[in-house]
């Protein structure tokens, strides 16, 4: 089992930053991807970026540019960086954790195996 808890969240003004960090225990070793999502009101919880355990990233068109993965291995921390943050960004933002991720195709949300509680990410005009 893994447990996942996300911090960081906030309000801030359009153009600012936010980092987001998501701590991680419990069987990490079985892990291969670590992503974030984000939900917005009357939407479908979408991905925003992933991260393998190679270091391989990838991330949604929306974000390219402006927001970061990273991972803290000796925290045992997943970060998500967020700059020049537009109102559109606005929504619950989820850590999760995939244990047979394979970078030959996709992987649907339901495919990951553990997930955070979620934080709150509010940009205003």
């Known amino acids: 089992q893994v447990q996942l808890v996300e911090s960081g969240g906030g309000l801030v003004q359009a153009g600012g930053s936010l980092r987001l960090s998501c701590a991680a225990s419990?069987?990490?070793?079985?892990?291969?991807?670590w992503a974030w999502f984000r939900q917005a009101p009357g939407t479908l919880r979408e991905l925003v970026a992933v991260?393998?355990?190679?270091?391989?990233?990838n991330y949604v068109d929306s974000v390219k540019g402006r927001f970061i993965i990273s991972r803290d291995n000796a925290e045992n921390t997943l970060i998500l960086q967020m700059n020049s943050l537009k109102p559109d960004d606005t929504g619950i933002y989820y850590c999760a954790a995939h244990e047979r991720y394979t970078s030959n195709r996709s992987h649907p949300k339901q495919e990951y195996d553990y997930w955070g509680q979620g934080t709150q990410v509010t940009v205003s005009t």
């Open positions: 419990g069987s990490i070793a079985d892990i291969n991807a």
């Open positions: 991260i393998l355990s190679g270091g391989y990233t």
